[in-house]
């Protein structure tokens, strides 16, 4: 059982018979929600719940993240989730959809939207990035260092248990606290934690290095669709360097900088946004 997460999930088998689970809520034009590391599924819980009434929600958890399966000796790499991503929604046979992303959800759906440019109605961007920086914040890059990044990551659960605290600015409750952790219960279950660390592509040798060139390539097929940009200004990895760029690439967005608001900018933000996006939704796409 998993602490605060209203929802019953359903499964897909996407590779090799690993299972991938996913939320399909409500019904309606499609928004689909892509969530980052070291968070799921559940990070979007009260945006589902906010939407669900009008529209229909799909909500992937990665491979490797929340209630999927958690392979061992999977790679982990960026174009094995959008390619995952390509394959769930094939399955669930969406051709037209929102999509909201945040984190790591930034580069993978990003990567679907390039490859299906024609398929995406508008965009909803949240403390992310889709294109190539070479800025890691101290406290991530250390995570990247063998043997020790490992201990703190996979054994003290140090990636997990931080964010909860340096990724917001109004302390958690605790069954919310709980919500993230859960699925995150052992060394073999963060496995996928570590590998996004070192998926973080900072020179053109890494292997995802290619991959997310061609992502930051097709941001421009998006320059004219309704993009919504929620950011937290008080985010330490994704700061104000990489909401001035998602400005610079969509200079029509909507902007909405909540000054006091982190990394989990829905979990700051609360309430105080959710008419700004009902009304995103609405103007856009379904009015």
């Given at each position: 059982?998993?602490?605060?997460?209203?929802?019953?999930?359903?499964?897909y088998?996407?590779?090799?018979?690993?299972?991938?689970s996913?939320?399909?809520?409500?019904?309606?034009?499609?928004?689909?929600?892509?969530?980052g590391?070291?968070?799921?599924?559940?990070?979007?819980?009260?945006?589902?719940?906010?939407?669900?009434?009008?529209?229909?929600?799909?909500?992937?958890?990665h491979?490797?993240?929340?209630?999927?399966?958690k392979?061992?000796?999977y790679?982990y790499?960026?174009?094995?989730?959008?390619e995952?991503?390509d394959r769930?929604?094939a399955h669930?046979?969406?051709?037209?959809h929102?999509?909201?992303v945040?984190d790591?959800?930034?580069?993978?759906g990003?990567?679907?939207?390039?490859?299906?440019?024609?398929?995406?109605?508008?965009?909803?961007?949240?403390?992310?990035?889709a294109f190539?920086?070479q800025?890691?914040?101290?406290?991530?890059?250390?995570?990247?260092?063998p043997?020790?990044g490992?201990i703190l990551?996979?054994?003290l659960?140090?990636?997990?248990?931080a964010?909860?605290m340096?990724a917001?600015?109004?302390?958690?409750p605790?069954?919310?606290?709980?919500?993230?952790?859960?699925?995150?219960?052992?060394?073999a279950?963060?496995?996928?934690?570590?590998?996004f660390?070192?998926d973080?592509?900072?020179?053109?040798?890494?292997?995802?290095?290619?991959m997310l060139?061609?992502?930051?390539?097709?941001?421009s097929?998006f320059?004219n669709?309704?993009?919504?940009?929620?950011?937290g200004?008080?985010?330490?990895?994704f700061n104000?360097?990489f909401?001035k760029e998602?400005?610079?690439?969509?200079?029509e967005?909507r902007?909405?900088?909540?000054?006091?608001a982190?990394h989990?900018?829905?979990?700051?933000?609360?309430?105080?946004?959710?008419?700004?996006?009902n009304?995103?939704?609405?103007?856009h796409?379904?009015?």
């Amino acid at each position: 059982m998993v602490s605060d997460y209203p929802f019953q999930p359903k499964t897909y088998l996407v590779e090799d018979g690993h299972r991938m689970s996913y939320l399909d809520e409500g019904q309606g034009k499609v928004i689909v929600m892509v969530h980052g590391n070291p968070t799921w599924s559940f990070f979007y819980r009260n945006l589902i719940l906010l939407l669900k009434d009008r529209y229909r929600i799909i909500v992937p958890d990665h491979l490797g993240c929340g209630l999927s399966d958690k392979p061992r000796d999977y790679p982990y790499r960026l174009n094995n989730h959008v390619e995952n991503l390509d394959r769930l929604l094939a399955h669930l046979k969406i051709d037209r959809h929102s999509m909201v992303v945040h984190d790591w959800g930034g580069a993978i759906g990003f990567g679907y939207a390039e490859r299906y440019p024609e398929r995406i109605e508008s965009l909803m961007i949240l403390n992310t990035a889709a294109f190539r920086s070479q800025r890691i914040p101290f406290r991530i890059k250390i995570c990247r260092i063998p043997f020790l990044g490992p201990i703190l990551v996979r054994g003290l659960n140090g990636f997990v248990r931080a964010a909860l605290m340096m990724a917001v600015t109004k302390r958690l409750p605790k069954k919310v606290r709980q919500g993230y952790l859960d699925p995150y219960d052992s060394w073999a279950h963060r496995v996928a934690i570590q590998r996004f660390i070192e998926d973080i592509p900072l020179g053109a040798a890494h292997p995802s290095w290619k991959m997310l060139k061609k992502v930051e390539a097709g941001l421009s097929q998006f320059r004219n669709r309704p993009v919504l940009i929620l950011w937290g200004g008080k985010d330490f990895c994704f700061n104000d360097h990489f909401f001035k760029e998602w400005q610079k690439r969509f200079p029509e967005a909507r902007c909405i900088y909540m000054e006091n608001a982190g990394h989990y900018v829905l979990e700051d933000a609360g309430q105080e946004v959710d008419h700004l996006i009902n009304s995103f939704f609405a103007e856009h796409l379904f009015s």
